[in-house]
């Protein structure tokens, strides 16, 4: 994988099934990884969990409507949303409310033009992307540097040599400094679907990477592991 190349994980949120099922299939045809979730608190859920690069979210969802989870998100993310709306009153209000949504799109779309509006919110977003994104160059956390173009790694000052694998999954982390970044999203950013062998592979390309960026042995590692979860890059440590 190279960073730039990693493919886009969208997640759907809509509860009408038969729609739901054609719509992933078209999507993951076209390259995307797609997680679906069938109502609000899913949608929420699924958000904090896979941290998706982009969000289809269809307004009138069960349980918490797509205009709650979207405003419920943007509390703490950017992260690309577009609305689907099945009448034009539903765009009025997406429009009107300002909820912070991107886009929109109204059913039925075909799957062609839902992909091009998708693929101009992730381009309008990539160019104005803030720090600390794992498209940008250099990532930053306390005394740890990746440069990404140089693919250089240096530690409080310290050049340190890292395996391509374990450069990747530190890229992974640092891009989500303090948050934890669950397993399979890291196997999926760092082998995709070369990952062959047990999930062990994972942990002890973590076990490797500590031992090189842990300048000091006795205090905490920086790399903190969240059990069945995945595992987190702390911050100010
Ligand atoms: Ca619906």
Redesign the pocket.
Known sequence: MTVAERPIRVLVA???ES?VDALAIGLRREGFIVDIAMDGPSALAAFEDIEPDLILL?????RMS?LDVCRSIRLKSNVPIIM?T?KSTEIDTVVGLEVGADDYVSKPYRLRELVARMRAVLRRRAIDAPANQIDDKVLKVDGVVLDDARHNVTVDGASIQLPLKEFELLAVLLSSAGRVVTRETLIDRVWGSDYVGDTKTLDVHIKRLRKRIDADPLAPSKITTIRGVGYRFETNG
């Open positions: 809509e509860d009408e729609f269809d307004i009138m969802l069960p797509g689907v099945a």
